[in-house]
């Protein structure tokens, strides 16, 4: 089964508005991390936002937010007031474990933000 | 700000040709990473070391793979006998680690080596 599940191979979204990318995981670890990370054109990961599993409050990073619903497991990434630049790949990841884990990737959102 | 930084850029290599791929982690970061990405793929994990020794790695990570901290500053990958499908890019990253529950421990990514083997 895979851990970490993104269903939206592409996203397209209108310049300044919001936008969703889903993420869902699957882990039995009581205590795990959940990342999102952007991938532009050029290749380099870029850390976004960290969510904890102990964490009772959504994280937000500027005009990134975590929508965090343990239950169902999802760990939704909202874009707020999209810019051109924010056109990349946007992969979320889990760390089973406090630290020192590996990351599991998902298979990644390509988003494309329409001027 | 304190990033991980990776050398060359770009690595054009022979079939069967060794290739050493470095890595300058961020300096008080105590785990070290790699990772690859094969062309239009996901991230897939290779290997953490911690410690001076390798604290988990993957089924891809096979004989092939070789890691190694050779002085305070460099975290290296070796592929001893390159294949096609090795063809990728190759992330090296590093995170802090604690043993404090409330942190984050975020790995930061190099920027990549995109490993062509023809």
């Known amino acids: 089964a895979q851990k970490i599940t993104q269903t939206q191979p592409g996203m397209f979204v209108q310049e300044k508005e919001a936008v969703t990318l889903d993420c869902t995981y699957d882990?039995?670890?009581?205590?795990?991390?959940l990342f999102w990370y952007k991938q532009p054109s050029s290749g380099e990961m870029i850390f976004l936002i960290y969510?904890?599993?102990?964490?009772?409050q959504n994280a937000t990073e500027g005009r990134y937010s975590l929508n965090f619903q343990k239950a169902r497991k999802s760990a939704n990434l909202v874009i707020s007031a999209s810019q051109l630049g924010d056109s990349a790949m946007y992969f979320c990841?889990?760390?089973?474990?406090?630290?020192?884990?590996?990351?599991?990737f998902g298979q990644g959102t390509e988003l494309s933000v329409k001027p | 700000e304190p990033e991980v930084t990776q050398t060359p850029s770009h690595q054009v290599t022979q079939m069967g040709q060794e290739v050493i791929l470095r890595c300058v982690p961020i300096?008080?970061?105590?785990?070290f990473y790699w990772y690859r990405q094969i062309l239009g793929q996901k991230v897939e994990f290779l290997v953490s070391?911690?410690?001076?020794?390798?604290?988990?790695k993957s089924e891809i990570f096979d004989d092939q793979f070789s890691v190694e901290r050779p002085d305070g500053s460099n975290f290296t990958l070796k592929i001893r006998s390159t294949k096609l499908e090795d063809s990728a890019m190759y992330f090296c990253?590093?995170?802090?680690?604690?043993?404090?529950?409330?942190?984050?421990?975020?790995?930061?990514f190099g920027p990549g080596t995109r490993l062509t083997v023809l």
């Open positions: 990253a590093s995170s802090e680690g604690s043993g404090r529950y409330e942190i984050t421990d975020t790995q930061y």
């Open positions: 882990t039995s670890d009581q205590s795990y991390g």
């Open positions: 969510q904890g599993s102990y964490d009772e």
């Open positions: 990841a889990m760390r089973e474990g406090p630290w020192g884990g590996k990351l599991i």
């Open positions: 300096s008080n970061h105590l785990y």
């Open positions: 070391f911690y410690n001076n020794e390798i604290s988990e």
